[in-house]
C-alpha cells in the first residue's frame, strides 16, 4: 500500500522560505510522476509542479514557476517543494501526489496516492 506523508508546513512570514517533503512508502517510485498540489479555503484545488521520478524531469504552473522548486532524493524516497518569497495568498493546505504511470498530469485526476496535507500559513 503506497503511503506518502508530507511535513515542513508551519507559519511563515511574507518573503520567507519553506521547504515542504513527500516520504513515499510502500511502492516501486522508478515509474511514478509525483506532484504538489494546493487547496486554499474556499477555493479549489490547484496543481504546482509535478516530478518524474527517474528522469527528474518536471513541470511546473507557470504562476509559482521561479518561486517554486520540485526535487526529489530518490535514495531516501522523497520528493521535496522548495518555496520561496512567500506571499499571504500561498497559504492553503499543500498535498503530495502520486501517479504510477508516471505522466506529470496536471489534473488531480491522474494521480492515485495522496497525502494527508500539511498547512502552510504566509502572515503579512
Known amino acids: 500500500q503506497v503511503q506518502l506523508v508530507e511535513s515542513g508546513g508551519g507559519l511563515v512570514q511574507a518573503g520567507g522560505s519553506l521547504r515542504l517533503s513527500c516520504a513515499a512508502s510502500?511502492?516501486?517510485?522508478?515509474?511514478?510522476?509525483m506532484g504538489w498540489f494546493r487547496q486554499a479555503p474556499g477555493k479549489e484545488r490547484e496543481f504546482l509542479a509535478a516530478i518524474t521520478w527517474s528522469s527528474g524531469s518536471t513541470t511546473n504552473l507557470d504562476s509559482v514557476k521561479g518561486r517554486f522548486t520540485i526535487s526529489r532524493d530518490s535514495a531516501a524516497s522523497t520528493v521535496f517543494l522548495r518555496m520561496n518569497s512567500l506571499k499571504p495568498e500561498d497559504t492553503a493546505v499543500y498535498y503530495c501526489a502520486a501517479d504510477p504511470k508516471g505522466r506529470r498530469g496536471l489534473r488531480g485526476s491522474y494521480y492515485d496516492y495522496w497525502g494527508q496535507g500539511t498547512q502552510v500559513t504566509v502572515s503579512s
Open positions: 510502500g511502492g516501486t517510485f522508478s515509474g511514478y510522476a
